[in-house]
């Protein structure tokens, strides 16, 4: 399984832990990620590896630096153990857990009060005015339109105009982990942790609440009141809630096609008919 890290990534391995033993391969198969489970020095470790096209390693090892210390003193996240930038390859502790998603724990309550008391945690450790965020956003959604897609010419030209008609009012940015859903959580005993910080950066808080929202929301009774109990407020201002929406939408369906995975990509297609119904 260390033969899908190149050669200075597993020099420093070999480095950092003398006597690694790799008991499992859990990576995605969707992106340029290795993610394995090892043993070493008496210990259970996660290694993470990217490839040459990655760019969620560098904003992981960001979010261990910067943002996951409220959590890790919890035990709610790993302590990162090692790091190295350039190599892109990170080391962490190993945490128990089931991940949450499609599981029984996907359906409680208890799950998303958990799950908002964290993220409140988290984003509150930090807030910045952003001027340039709102038209950065709006160039990144519409340059999803140059690669690759399969949405149809006249939907590009209507939601390019939805998108040419907002203002480009300040955000207000703070940590966030940027992929908050259950497949990034784990339960352990009624306990939830956190994984993968691969898309953690600075955004407006209700940015964390999309995938949510188009997800597990929809799908189990009660989980939106829950999880706004334990956050304790909503941050979701109805205009700049539409507009990530509208983005979200844009980008979920581009990149599941430039992917390969088609359940995801339907999923991007559906918001962005939700989104073009709201507008009308």
């Not at 990217?50 to 910067?66: F, K, L, Q, Y």
């Not at 799950?111 to 409140?120: D, N």
Request: some cysteine.
């Amino acid at each position: 399984m260390l033969d899908a890290l190149n050669p200075f990534q597993r020099r420093l391995l070999d480095d950092w832990f003398p006597d690694l033993a790799v008991e499992a391969d859990m990576s995605w198969d969707l992106v340029e990620t290795t993610v394995l489970r090892a043993t070493a020095g008496g210990r259970v470790v996660v290694v993470k590896a990217g490839g040459p096209g990655d760019h969620h390693i560098e904003r992981e090892i960001a979010a261990h630096r910067a943002w996951t210390a409220p959590w890790v003193e919890r035990g709610r996240a790993a302590r990162m153990l090692h790091a190295d930038v350039d190599a892109k390859l990170l080391a962490t502790e190993y945490l128990p857990g089931e991940l949450v998603r499609e599981t029984a724990a996907a359906a409680e309550a208890d799950t998303y009060v958990q799950a908002g008391e964290l993220l409140r945690d988290y984003h509150d450790q930090s807030a910045v005015e952003d001027d340039g965020y709102e038209a950065r956003m709006n160039a990144k959604a519409l340059s999803w339109f140059e690669g690759p897609h399969r949405v149809a010419p006249e939907t590009v030209a209507a939601l390019s105009a939805v998108v040419a008609s907002w203002p480009l009012a300040p955000a207000v940015c703070v940590p966030t982990h940027g992929d908050w859903q259950t497949r990034n959580w784990l339960i352990d005993d009624g306990v939830l942790r956190v994984i993968d910080f691969g898309r953690a950066a600075l955004r407006p808080a209700a940015e964390d609440f999309e995938r949510l929202a188009a997800q597990e929301f929809a799908r189990y009774p009660g989980a939106e009141q829950a999880f706004l109990a334990g956050y304790g407020a909503d941050p979701r201002e109805p205009d700049a809630w539409f507009r990530q929406r509208v983005r979200s939408a844009i980008a979920t369906a581009c990149w599941a096609h430039k992917i390969g995975d088609e359940e995801f990509e339907a999923q991007g297609h559906r918001m962005i008919a939700d989104v073009l119904a709201e507008a009308a």
